[in-house]
């Protein structure tokens, strides 16, 4: 496309909006490129922090702009607002707190810092009349925070569920789509520069929790801490799961869920873990990277926001979309802090489940794991045995009829006792939509 | 879910924003529920005008709200806001003049209205120190407009798809999923309340047209009016045409398309017409009457929104937030305005076409066809012939590689002389995602 202006005047009116930008990674690299050569008339880029600013300096961005080490001179220096994409809770958490003291509006994708101190950001912020906004924080390029917040803002929204980590479902939509391992999938997710070397906050579900606390937060109003959140790893997941799914006209994502439950006082249900999930959703067809989030209200029923949750690029749309809003100075100053209440959170739910044990085959077996189902009152709902595996490690599946995770827990431990197994059960959630 | 405030304080600050209301039907009906039952705190219904008001009045609303069959009433009374929920250009397009010129902001779900009129009457707003708001005009609940806006504003688009008409949905997707014929699907979306009695403007194209002409002025920026924009209807759709589609591992829905090109000058493409899309996509899997708008830009990639396109509490939902919006004063006055500019529209473009012929059978109709689609220079992709037809009536289908949709045009007129023809050959674009 054509470089051309789209704004006949600055957003912010008569003057450009002014800029510190702090982290030169992937992200911070592509917020300048768009500063300086699509939106420049609307800001004015003028300093970048970095460490090892030699080696990070590039020679096609505008001359003036300060390169600096130290975030001390971007907080000194006139600027309108502070980008943060250092990322992490400290000390980026600080240098955000002070920028907003100085009398300046943060724009921030640092979802852990969102997570844990939004609130209290926010209400700096709203104390100090300036702005902080996290649009980047979850879901990338998605504008999902403002859609719930602006666009949704006349419903009660009572469920938010989705796909709100890339790494994980590209692992699992290339175990699905290619047959390969768990193993080979998360390989080609980190030559392809979707998975970290250490992969263990996004395989485990730690990535995926801060962004569905700041979901919960704002579309739900409900406040929640991460470790409240119950997570499950990916990593149980093999191919033959996928396959098993498909007889149930299923397939398996990471799926982050937070829902409002009304029986016994109001409480919030919220997890992080592999589920079963229906073909007949949009949920199920989201592929690679992509990112898909879902929110249900009383009125509104399903809404779905997709697209790159990740990505320099795609992140950078959203730092600079934040960005315009301050200078135009829409959406209100304070609305996360003003309608937040605290809730209980569980992690207990009652959903039916699919249960893969792998055992060496005998007589008795499934007589032997229905019979402890029975005992705590679960029932089968099916059992499927695909053809061609040895007897001295033969998968099999058994799904449950609707029936509590706490129950499941014990039930399972209960089942770990006997003898059979060549490996323990793997149980995963069936959503039913 | 139980009732619950979800804001401490009223939207606007101290006062509660007052709400005339223009148009009690199914809309109406949910905003006034709304507004009276669910947001009472923020929102003070004063006037619900409607005609036959004997009828129309409910028992279920505050007895302080004044009901009247005279526009003029609402016109005159003191509210912050007056909701035109009448539809068509005129005479709501006058009241919402009206309302406008006395002070007062307007929400709109008139598509029409605001596809005609909407890049004055924003003006007018502007000049007014007041502001208009149509985010129940496209996609009923789904908020895509504000995503556009300013959840996308870092971005540059450059093209707009979509279902963005549920009749239409509804029909192809029931043939889709069940096989009954294009007639029993329409019938059933009547009984449904999803069709009109006369569904005309659905199925031609001209509801969804409408809301293309918003989603392009908001979303690319770009000026069009509706009759600028290629229509084609979705009736002669088959039940055959989804087993062909089948085979090609694709769907057929009704899709609107807006798409900048900038070889040879800025232009812009738009169409509303059925096509086939591939099971890949996202779009393939939208079924019922759900809407799914996918907006494309130079960084973010692809975005989806998706969920109720129509319906009384959806899009009252839309209409809601944009009084809180209004409320809290948030968004810019004059976005729509400030970033349109005038292109040339055309309805042409290059595609692979699927065209289904219904043929009395003879030897030499395929080579028949195939000189005169080699004489244009357009190239046989496959041929399709599914078994078990009669001679007297056999369907069989030819995909061509991509090729202009007037030459296309020109070539099926020149076949549609060829003297086999039982019906007029059926010629559908195949979109590649």
């Known amino acids: ?74 907080l000194a220096a006139d600027v309108d607002a502070v980008v943060e994409l250092i990322g992490g809770v400290q000390p980026a958490g600080d240098w955000v707190r002070r920028a907003l003291q100085s009398g300046k509006s943060v724009v921030t994708a640092n979802k852990h810092l969102i997570a844990e101190c939004g609130p209290e950001l926010t209400e700096l912020a709203r104390k100090r009349g300036r702005r902080i906004e996290f649009g980047a924080a979850v879901g990338g390029g998605i504008p999902v925070l403002i859609g719930l917040q602006e666009g949704l803002a006349g419903d009660r929204l009572y469920k938010i569920a989705g796909i709100l980590n890339g790494t994980c479902n590209y692992i699992l939509s290339r175990m699905e789509a290619t047959g390969v391992s768990f193993d080979a999938a998360l390989q080609e997710a980190q030559n392809l520069g979707f998975a970290e070397a250490d992969p263990g906050e996004d395989l485990e579900g730690l990535d995926a929790r801060s962004k569905l606390v700041i979901l919960t937060r704002v579309g739900l109003h409900c406040q929640v801490r991460s470790e409240q959140i119950l997570c499950r790893s990916i990593s149980s997941i093999e191919v033959i799961d996928f396959a098993y799914a498909r007889e149930l006209n299923c397939t398996i994502r990471q799926i982050s869920l937070a829902q409002k439950v009304t029986s016994g006082g109001l409480r919030l249900f919220a997890s992080v873990q592999p589920a079963l999930i229906p073909m007949s959703s949009l ?118 009829e609707p029936c509590s995770s706490t129950v499941m827990s014990s039930v399972l431990e209960e089942i770990g006792h006997l003898d059979f197994h060549v490996q323990p059960p793997v149980c995963i959630p069936i959503l039913l939509r």
């Open 1 to 74: 496309m054509q470089p051309r202006n789209p704004f006949q005047e600055p957003a912010g009116g008569g003057r450009k909006l002014r800029v510190g930008l702090a982290g030169f990674g992937t992200v911070g690299r592509s917020v300048a490129k768009s500063l300086c050569n699509n939106f420049a008339d609307h800001f004015d880029l003028t300093h970048i922090c970095n460490r090892n600013i030699g080696q990070k300096k590039v020679d096609w961005l505008p001359a003036h702009i300060r390169w600096t080490e130290s975030i001390e001179e971007v």
């Open 283 to 400: 949920t199920a067809h989201v592929h690679g990277n992509q990112n898909l989030i879902l929110a249900v209200g009383e009125s509104v029923g399903e809404t779905v926001f997709s697209g790159c949750g990740a990505g320099g690029d795609p992140t950078a749309v959203a730092v600079v979309s934040d960005l315009f809003s301050i200078a135009r100075n829409t959406r209100p100053i304070c609305v996360s802090t003003a309608i937040e209440f605290p809730v209980e959170v569980t992690g207990e739910f009652t959903l039916p489940h699919y249960v893969r044990f792998t055992v060496r085959d005998r007589p008795g077996i499934v007589a032997a794991v229905a019979t402890i189902l029975s005992k705590h009152g679960i029932n089968i709902d099916a059992v499927l045995q695909k053809p061609g595996y040895p007897h001295s490690r033969l998968p099999f599946v058994i799904t449950l």
